[in-house]
């Protein structure tokens, strides 16, 4: 029950990726996830934001109704402007995207995703989904938030192929490419990584509630670094759990 001081590791990561979104601000939503996010982030801290769907979508509140896809009718009832993705596309590069979140296969310590490929992209052992939007909000966003497990086999020294580009090599590598933002923060099934540092390495920043600093870096496939000041992960207050319960009435998400 909503406020009752229990809570999902699927509930965590979402309030946990809610609070990435601030007031006011035009967050490309993506996929899964980040659609009970948006909507938990609406009706508690930042009841400005604006939600872009690539599908062709853009709110200024959660659908009233349970979403399991983006392009559901419930999404599409009450949009401020329902378009194509082209239009919604060309918002990232008229530079008019806050944040934008995007999930995947691989992630490595400079925050670059991989959706493609698994081994040598000629010859692979696993083909994947592939880009869809992925890329240009990777590269476009004002700052990237990426939703993944956390695994070994996931969270990789360097990915097989770049689909989403992070800081790329690490450092100013992406700044002399001309690509905007960056990856801002990983939310994992443990932990919250962040960049820091010259090279931008994504660093250990939080660490959820019945974890520890140990299990996070045994389960990461690089050496993973902490950050200056490393807490723990707030879990979900009465008001954020409120709104998940509102936003997710059938418990699809949670």
């Not at 959660?62 to 392009?71: E, K, N, Q, R, S």
């Not at 600093?213 to 993973?224: F, H, I, Q, S, Y």
């Amino acid at each position: 029950m909503p406020g009752s001081g229990s809570y999902s590791t699927q509930e965590l990561m979402i309030t946990a990726a809610a609070r990435e979104i601030r007031d006011g601000e035009v967050v490309f939503v993506g996929m899964r996830l980040p659609i009970a996010a948006f909507g938990v982030a609406r009706l508690t801290h930042a009841p400005g934001a604006v939600g872009l769907f690539e599908c062709g979508l853009v709110r200024h509140a959660p659908a009233t109704d349970m979403l399991y896809t983006m392009g559901d009718p419930p999404n599409q009832l009450g949009a401020a402007w329902a378009t194509g993705l082209v239009q919604v596309m060309g918002q990232l590069q008229a530079g008019r995207v806050d944040a934008g979140f995007i999930g995947g296969a691989e992630i490595d310590k400079f925050g670059n995703i991989n959706t493609s490929y698994i081994g040598d992209f000629s010859n692979p052992r696993i083909k994947l989904p592939g880009s869809g939007g992925a890329p240009d909000i990777a590269a476009m966003a004002g700052r990237l938030l990426a939703i993944m497990n956390h695994e070994k086999r996931r969270l990789v020294e360097r990915v097989d192929y770049v689909t989403s580009p992070g800081y790329l090599g690490g450092g100013g590598a992406r700044a002399e490419l001309g690509l905007a933002g960056g990856p801002a923060a990983v939310i994992t099934d443990r932990a919250i990584l962040r960049p820091h540092g010259p090279l931008n390495e994504l660093h250990l920043a939080s660490v959820h509630p019945g974890h520890t600093e140990e299990e996070v870096k045994e389960n990461t496939g690089w050496d993973l670094k902490s950050a200056p000041r490393v807490v723990e992960t707030p879990p979900p207050s009465k008001e954020e759990m409120d709104a998940l319960f509102k936003v997710d009435k059938e418990g699809f998400w949670r």
